[in-house]
């Protein structure tokens, strides 16, 4: 079993910034993707930021030029680091990876709790 445990919400003027943080542990042999979403009431989840194991990353266009997504692979952590946030990022955030507990290589998906962002005006 894999557990994805995120911190790091919470509540900011416009303008202001967060850091998120999300870290995997349990039956971990390796991570592909680590990812975060976003989602509010009534809305699908929506992609915001990816990165591969080997850095390479993507952003939303919402969020370019605001967000920095990272990861730590020795820590299987995955970090959002949230600038410039604007009251329409108020949503819940949450962590996602894809997750292989064996050599055999299949990956699974695995989901955090969520955490949420408000940003006031």
């Known amino acids: 079993q894999v557990q994805l445990v995120e911190s790091g919400g919470g509540m900011v003027q416009a303008g202001g910034s967060l850091r998120l943080s999300c870290a995997a542990s349990g039956r971990i042999f390796s991570i592909n993707v680590m990812d975060w979403y976003r989602q509010a009431p009534g809305k699908e989840r929506e992609l915001v930021a990816a990165i591969d194991r080997r850095g390479t990353a993507n952003y939303a266009d919402s969020v370019k030029g605001r967000f920095t997504i990272s990861r730590d692979n020795s820590k299987n952590t995955v970090y959002l680091q949230m600038n410039n946030l604007k009251p329409e990022d108020t949503v819940v955030y949450y962590c996602?990876?894809?997750?292989?507990?064996?050599?055999?290589?299949?990956?699974?998906?695995?989901w955090g709790q969520g955490t949420q962002v408000t940003v006031s005006s």
């Open positions: 996602h990876a894809q997750v292989s507990n064996s050599a055999l290589g299949r990956f699974y998906d695995y």
